[in-house]
Every structure is written in structure tokens, then in C-alpha cells.
């Protein structure tokens, strides 16, 4: 503990390092790749979550679904009076949203039925009712589309309209009134707006039915209260927090990069094997310089403390280099290549950025899963080394 | 179980740490059973060589043990934002029936492991080397605490459940708790502040004096009296919160991690207190843990003094 660092075994050291080039340069360079992949991996991760955090935190607060026989099944609207009798809710409003599979293309776009005298449950849609009129002009029906969905479209020849096939067979033609953004990519990629009419129309949904219904809680310390007199005045409903998708993004996210990890762990096994062997085979000229380091006086621990140094400065230097490089890959370069593992696979796979999420428990995570790793495989090559006879190898 | 990637690399580098324990353990049994400095026959110049293998694997473990212990209560505070009802580690901790005593173990295993490294460093600077016989004992003993060390932690991550819910610390750490930990909250504070203050005026007195032996078990002592007095008087004017005591809370960003600053400042002052008991090291040493002993202790004290004089001043009210 007390022993101080000796500077001139450090020196040693790194003169020791720069002697032997060849076998340095390719520890250094495995090294670095194997670091700068774990370590672009949990930056993406990172910085995908960060950005559904802030995704979810626009959404809203209690989503109530209706459940029949364990499965998600249309809400009656009446529904709607009843929650907004419940002290402490500011807003209930009832939503009609669904899927629509194009064939074509083999896309979903999720398609969002909205009404303009309602009290909007997303800032961005309160923007766009204003700007738009979901009105009939000249008897067509129209809606906004996201960017991708635009791109999709166009691609197909539905450069003005789109049809979309109702449940009966018939056609219901749709003019693109505009595009649409939202405030992440994420939300608006795929999406479609409409009016809650022509929604219903296309889907043959009920006057009187609704996808889900969304509250709104003035105080976020009221809405486990309010959940649970939801749950007691409608048993048959599956209620939905924003905190419970939180958990549930982490876990996915976790579960992702965990699973990564394990794949990961075979390479880093592989790593650990290789570097044992190379640090146990010694070439005659290595076994001289030992010899004559213990002629010369130094002791088994000397030696030993030398080679520690050794295998820190080379694996310390490659995590330092493997983490710059992941950050440049990352955040300059926006990962191509490995984004793809986590965004999905869907056609209309969204084009995000990748924020900047500077996070430190990360970088001590990928330091204990590389420096202490390198050092235990080296570990007992160098105490074989460190006692070495002198005589014997000097003859 | 949870696949988190802190999980799994504490678990990684658990396995290392098994593996290398063993290999320490085997060759520490063999020194401790045949070591005899006086020899100069093949087995004892071997067991020599065997014994820096030992000594490097048991420095190797503690030197990534420490900061490893770090990310530890920061991987627990991770896993209290998925798991339902947990505000901090102590949630975590009370999930499962193991935490209590893995904590428990670590703390133990960090004095055992930093003593040891005490006895290597002052086994080393004498030529004849008097206490490897002893060193490699106390590896022996402290194996048998590591190895449950690391079982448990792998029991603990595999048994926490996500979907249970589990306390938080505001109901672990209160008055009205069932559990032991609320027998501390029925001394009353005078007490407590009585006992705290005259343990560390106790440390004082045996610091001038130099009574090595005395001057270890006060250091002892406060240990424990000082995680009680943290717990039921300090914490609260850390958080400025009468009712919460937890200790686990002021570890996190909120309080600007001052827990890592007290718990360090804690385990440095009472460890260099214990080693002036323990070692018989030569009389230079010996004032140089004595001076750091009773620096460290006295910063805790002024530290956690200061959090309710500070309170005091910017509101006039004691909690």
C-alpha cells in the first residue's frame, strides 16, 4: 500500500513495450477493436434510451384499455364521463388509433384518428389542428402523413392520394394534404392523421366504441391513486402508466445490451486465452533480458511489478483509445452498422440522431470488463517469468 | 434474474476472482503448512517462489475489489429505478433475503482484505519476512468469508424478482418498522450524541497516550456507534427530512454523493485504527497509522457535525 510507484520501473516499462513492437501493437489492437465495440454498443443503448425517455415523458400519464378474454378489446366512450368524475383527473380524452398494413410496400403505418373541437392529448397535434383542416374540400377526405410514410408512398405512385381498402372491399380514396413532424423522428415516422371520422369509416369502427382511453392527472403524485379507482370502478381494464413504460424500455434496453454482453463474453474468453498464451511463450532474447535483470539485482517482485505495470499501461492505453474511438463512431458518425441491432426491423425503420448522452457509469462498466480482465490473464504467465532461474536462462 | 450489463460484469469478474481464489487458496494452505524460513531444501524455495504468486493473485483481487465494491452500490441504484417501490439500494438490499448479508460480508471482507495487505506490506520491508506464516492464515480465513461472498451476490442478482414489489427505504429506516434496524430509533438522541461524541473524545485521549491496544477497540467500537448515530441522527439533517433516515439515499447525485465521501472517511479512519492494534510494526510505522487513523476520523466527525450546525444556523430550529 505504502510503496510508492517507482518512475523508473514505469520507464522500464514503456521502453519494454516499445521494444517489443510487433507483439505490443497487435495486443493494443484487439484490444482497442474489442473495447470500442462494447463500448459503441452501450453509448447506442444509451442514447436510444435516453431519447424514449424523453418520448415517453410526452406521453400521456394513464392509458386505460379495455380487456376481454385477455385480449385488448375497443372501449365504450361512455367510459370517458365516468373517469372525468374522478377527483383529480384534469382531462380524459377517448382515442381511435390503429394499424393499417399496406400491402405493397409490406409496411404498418400507424394511423391516428384526431378531432378538432377536443382537447388535444399531445402538444404537437394541438399545433396541428390549428395549422389544418381535416374538413371534406369538394367532398374528399383528407389526412397528414409522416416522412417516411410520404416516402413510402411515393415510391408506390401515390403521389396526391391514397386508397386504403375498407373491411368491405371498397375503395376509400384520401388526399395527402401535407407532411407531418412531430418531435422526435421516432413518433412521426410512420404515422398517419386523420379525422376521427374518416377513421372510423375506413376501419368500420363504432360511433359509440374508442381504441383506449388517455387521463390526464394535474398532480403526478395523484396518479397511483387515480389508477387504482379506475381499476375499482372498471375491473375488466388494463391501465397503463407512463412510469410503467419507462421500466418496461429499460428492461428492454438492459435485455438487449445484456444479451450482447453474453454473446460478448466468448470473445473476451477468446481474448483471455490468446493472451496467455502469447505471454507465456517467451522468445530467447525475452529470457535473456530476465536473466540478465536478475544478475543485474532485481528481485522476483521487481520483475513482477514490472510486467504489472506493463500489462496496465498497455491495457489502460487501449481502453482510453477504444472509448475515443467509440465516441467518434457513435456521435460523429452516428454508428452506422450497429444502430441497426437496436432500431428494429420494420420497413419504415426510423432515421434517428443519436444524442449525445454522456454517462460514467458506462466507462467504468467497459473498464472492468477490459483492464481487469487483461491483467488476470497475464497474471501468472509473468509470475512464471518473474522466477525464472538466472543462471538457467542466461546459459 | 435480471441481464443487466452491470450485473453480468460484476458476475464476470466474479468468476475470475473464484478461480484465482482458489488457486491462492491451495498455495496458501501449502505455505502455512510448510513454510519454514531457516530451510534450504528445494521445497521451501519453492514454496518461496509460490508465495509471490499468492501474495500478487491476493493484491490482484483487493486491488479491483475496492473500486469493484464502488460500482456496487451504484449497480444497486440502478436497479432500484426498474424494481417496483425501491428508492435507493436499501430497496434493493430488502428485496431478496441475501442482500442484509452480503452487504454485511463485503464490509467485513474489505477489513480483512485491506489488513491482509497491511501485513504483506510490512512482511515485505524485513528481510526474514515474520509474518508470512501469519498472512497466509489470515488468506485462509478470509477465503472462507470471500467464497460465501461471492455466492451470495450471485444468489442475490438471480433472485430478484422485478414485478414484486419491494420497501423503500423510507419504511425500512423508521420509527414504526418491525424490523431490528427500528431498536435503534429508541435511544434517545442525547444519548446517542453522548455516546458518539465521548467514543471520539476516547480516541483522542488513547491517541495521546499512544495505547495501541485500547486506541484499536474505541476505533471498534465506533465503527459501530457511528453507522447507529448516522442512521438515526445525521442522516436526517443530511436530508434536511426528520423522518427519513435512510443510509443508502446520500449516496445518490441528489445529495451530491456525500455517502461515498462518509463511508470512505469511515472505513479509512477505523481501518488504520484497527492496524496499529494488529500489526506489530516498528515504532516509525506505527505513529504514521496512528496520525492517519485520527485524521481520517476526525475529518468524519467534523464532516457529519457540521451537516446539523449548518441546519442550525440557516434556520434556528433543531430537527
Known amino acids: 500500500m505504502k510503496n510508492k510507484i517507482n518512475i523508473y520501473l514505469v520507464e522500464y516499462a514503456i521502453n519494454a513495450i516499445l521494444r517489443q513492437k510487433y507483439k505490443s501493437l497487435f495486443i493494443v489492437t484487439i484490444f482497442t477493436l474489442l473495447t470500442f465495440l462494447l463500448t459503441s454498443v452501450f453509448f447506442i443503448t444509451n442514447s436510444i434510451r435516453y431519447e424514449l425517455d424523453s418520448t415517453v415523458d410526452a406521453l400521456p400519464q394513464i392509458i386505460v384499455q379495455k380487456i376481454k378474454a385477455g385480449r385488448h378489446y375497443d372501449i365504450d366512450v361512455n367510459l370517458v364521463d365516468d373517469i372525468l368524475g374522478i377527483s383529480g383527473v384534469n382531462d380524459a380524452v377517448a382515442r381511435v388509433w390503429g394499424y393499417y398494413y399496406f400491402e405493397n410496400a409490406r409496411v404498418n403505418f400507424s394511423i391516428v384518428g384526431i378531432d378538432k373541437y377536443e382537447q388535444q392529448y399531445k402538444n404537437s397535434f394541438t399545433n396541428l389542428v390549428k395549422d389544418f383542416d381535416f374538413d371534406d374540400i369538394n367532398g374528399t377526405a383528407t389526412m397528414l402523413v409522416g416522412s417516411g410514410v410520404k416516402r413510402t408512398m411515393q415510391s408506390n405512385y401515390y403521389k396526391e392520394f391514397f386508397n386504403f381498402i375498407k373491411p368491405d372491399g371498397t375503395l376509400k380514396k384520401v388526399r395527402i394534404a401535407g407532411i407531418f413532424d412531430g418531435d422526435t423522428e421516432l413518433e412521426s415516422n410512420d404515422m398517419i392523421i386523420m379525422s376521427k371520422d374518416l377513421f372510423r369509416e375506413i376501419f368500420n369502427f363504432e360511433e359509440s366504441k374508442a381504441t383506449d382511453i388517455v387521463v390526464k392527472v394535474a398532480n403526478p403524485e395523484e396518479i397511483a391513486t387515480v389508477v387504482s379507482k379506475i381499476k375499482l370502478m372498471f375491473p375488466d381494464t388494463r391501465i397503463i402508466t407512463n412510469h410503467d413504460l419507462k421500466v418496461s424500455y429499460q428492461n428492454i434496453f438492459d435485455y438487449k445490451s445484456g444479451v450482447f454482453l453474453v454473446l460478448f463474453i466468448v470473445a473476451l474468453f477468446t481474448f483471455f486465452i490468446i493472451i496467455y498464451d502469447k505471454s507465456s511463450g517467451l522468445t530467447s532474447e525475452e529470457k535473456r533480458e530476465i536473466g540478465i535483470l536478475k544478475a543485474v539485482g532485481w528481485t522476483v517482485d521487481d520483475v513482477l511489478k514490472e510486467k504489472l505495470y506493463e500489462s496496465f499501461i498497455i491495457s489502460f492505453f487501449s481502453y482510453i483509445f477504444g472509448v475515443g474511438l467509440a465516441l467518434a463512431y457513435v456521435y460523429i458518425f452516428q454508428a452506422p452498422l450497429i444502430s441497426n441491432i437496436f432500431s428494429g426491423y420494420s420497413q419504415l425503420k426510423t432515421s434517428f440522431e443519436l444524442p449525445f448522452v454522456f454517462d460514467f457509469q458506462t466507462l467504468f462498466l467497459i473498464f472492468f470488463l477490459s483492464v481487469p480482465i487483461y491483467i488476470a490473464a497475464i497474471l501468472i504467465p509473468s509470475w512464471k517469468v518473474a522466477t525464472l532461474e538466472a543462471d538457467e536462462v542466461i546459459r | ?319
Open chain 2, 1 to 319: 434474474m435480471i441481464l443487466m450489463p452491470e450485473v453480468l460484469t460484476i458476475l464476470i469478474l466474479n468468476v475470475i476472482f473464484f478461480i484465482f481464489a482458489v488457486i491462492a487458496f491451495v498455495l496458501s494452505v501449502k505455505i502455512f503448512l510448510k513454510w519454514n524460513f531457516n530451510s534450504t531444501d528445494t521445497s521451501q524455495y519453492k514454496l518461496e517462489k509460490q508465495s509471490f504468486l499468492a501474495a500478487t493473485i491476493i493484491k490482484y483481487i483487493f486491488a479491483i475489489k475496492v473500486p469493484l465494491f464502488l460500482f456496487f452500490i451504484f449497480t444497486l441504484d440502478k436497479i432500484s429505478h426498474v424494481l417496483t417501490g425501491a428508492m435507493c439500494g436499501a430497496g434493493v438490499v430488502d428485496a431478496t433475503v441475501y442482500g442484509t448479508y452480503l452487504l454485511i460480508l463485503k464490509i467485513i471482507n474489505l477489513y480483512l482484505f485491506a489488513y491482509w495487505l497491511m501485513l504483506h506490506s510490512a512482511d515485505m520491508k524485513e528481510e526474514s519476512q515474520p509474518y508470512t506464516k501469519l498472512k497466509f492464515g489470515v488468506f485462509i480465513g478470509a477465503f472462507f468469508f470471500f467464497i460465501p461472498e461471492l455466492i451470495l451476490e450471485g444468489l442475490m442478482f438471480s433472485a430478484i424478482d422485478i414485478d414484486r414489489i419491494v420497501s423503500c427505504c423510507g419504511t425500512l429506516y423508521s420509527s414504526s418498522a418491525s424490523s431490528y434496524i427500528s431498536n435503534i430509533f429508541l435511544i434517545d438522541t442525547p444519548v446517542l450524541l453522548a455516546l458518539f461524541y465521548s467514543n471520539y473524545l476516547l480516541i483522542l485521549i488513547f491517541y495521546f497516550l499512544k495505547n495501541r491496544y485500547l486506541f484499536a477497540i474505541s476505533n471498534l467500537i465506533f465503527i459501530l456507534v457511528s453507522i447507529v448515530s448516522l442512521i438515526a441522527f445525521f442522516g436526517t439533517y443530511i436530508y434536511e427530512l426528520p423522518t427519513h433516515h435512510c443510509p443508502f439515499c446520500f449516496l445518490q447525485k441528489d445529495y451530491y454523493y456525500v455517502g461515498y465521501a462518509i463511508y470512505a472517511l469511515l472505513f479509512g479512519g477505523t481501518f488504520y485504527g484497527l492496524v496499529v492494534g494488529f500489526i506489530d510494526s516498528k515504532y516509525k510505522e506505527r505513529i504514521k497509522n496512528y496520525n492517519v487513523s485520527i485524521f481520517f476520523t476526525s475529518l468524519y466527525v467534523l464532516l457529519l457535525s457540521l451537516y446539523p450546525i449548518i441546519y442550525f444556523i440557516k434556520n434556528g430550529v433543531w430537527l
